[in-house]
Structures are given as structure tokens and as C-alpha cells.
């Protein structure tokens, strides 16, 4: 009976860990994707001119 729950958790063992990696994966796409669109958004307030949306329409052309 040993014999045959030995691979039974080894399988579970291994599915667990692929099961932390893909999650670990997945928070470190997350944190670059929120990064990345940080830098994008202080880049484009620096551009000149750029347009700015608010909820209810276009502000205007900022200068």
C-alpha cells in the first residue's frame, strides 16, 4: 500500500508547486504590467500637449 500512495503524493507534491509558480508568475506580471503603466502615465503628462479626459468629456488642451 506504501508503494502506491508514494506516487499519489509525489503527484500532489508536483501539483502544488507548478500551482505556486503560476501564481508567483502571475503577481509578477501583475507588478510589471501596474509599473510599466505608472511610467507610461508620468510620460504621457510630460509630453506637450496632451489631451486630458475626465469623466463627463474632454477637459481641453492642456499647455
Same mark, same amino acid.
Given at each position: 500500500m506504501d508503494k502506491q500512495q508514494q506516487p499519489e503524493?509525489?503527484?500532489?507534491?508536483?501539483? /502544488?508547486?507548478m500551482a505556486i509558480v503560476a501564481i508567483s508568475i502571475n503577481l509578477v506580471t501583475v507588478s510589471i504590467y501596474i509599473y510599466q503603466a505608472r511610467i507610461m502615465s508620468k510620460q504621457q503628462e510630460l509630453a506637450w500637449p496632451y489631451l486630458e479626459w475626465h469623466q463627463?468629456?474632454?477637459?481641453? /488642451?492642456?499647455?
Open positions: 503524493k509525489k503527484k500532489r507534491d508536483l501539483g /502544488l508547486i463627463w468629456g474632454c477637459k481641453g /488642451l492642456e499647455v
